[in-house]
Nanobody, 117 residues
Framework: QVQLVESGGGLVQPGGSLRLSCAAS????????MGWYRQAPGNQRELVAR???????NYADSVKGRFTISRDNAKKTMSLQMNSLKPEDTALYYC???????????WGQGTQVTVSS
């Protein structure tokens, strides 16, 4: 069973930066597609960024140019560097792992990001 633990959330001012991290227990971490999702109250959970085992990436239009997703297979971690944060980025951010063949999904518990002055 894959276990995911997020960290790095917090309160930041508009225009500020924050770096989220996700640590995975799975020894075959490198094969998983990893992603960050977020959900604000009243909204559906949305994909923020995704990175494949081959390190190809894609981003939601709302965060392109501001957020950068990366992974470290040796450390079995995945990160999201968030710059130029806006109040609308406020949400609970979740780490997600998806096996490309089995199509099984795993979720972390979430970490809160609040962007406010």
């Amino acid at each position: 069973q894959v276990q995911l633990v997020e960290s790095g959330g917090g309160l930041v001012q508009p225009g500020g930066s924050l770096r989220l991290s996700c640590a995975a227990s799975e020894i075959t971490f490198s094969i998983y597609t990893m992603g960050w999702y977020r959900q604000a109250p009243g909204n559906q959970r949305e994909l923020v960024a995704r990175i494949t085992s081959g390190s190809s990436t894609n981003y939601a239009d709302s965060v392109k140019g501001r957020f950068t997703i990366s992974r470290d297979n040796a450390k079995k971690t995945m990160s999201l560097q968030m710059n130029s944060l806006k109040p609308e980025d406020t949400a609970l951010y979740y780490c997600n792992a998806n096996h490309p063949i089995r199509k099984r999904e795993y979720w972390g518990q979430g970490t809160q990001v609040t962007v406010s002055s």
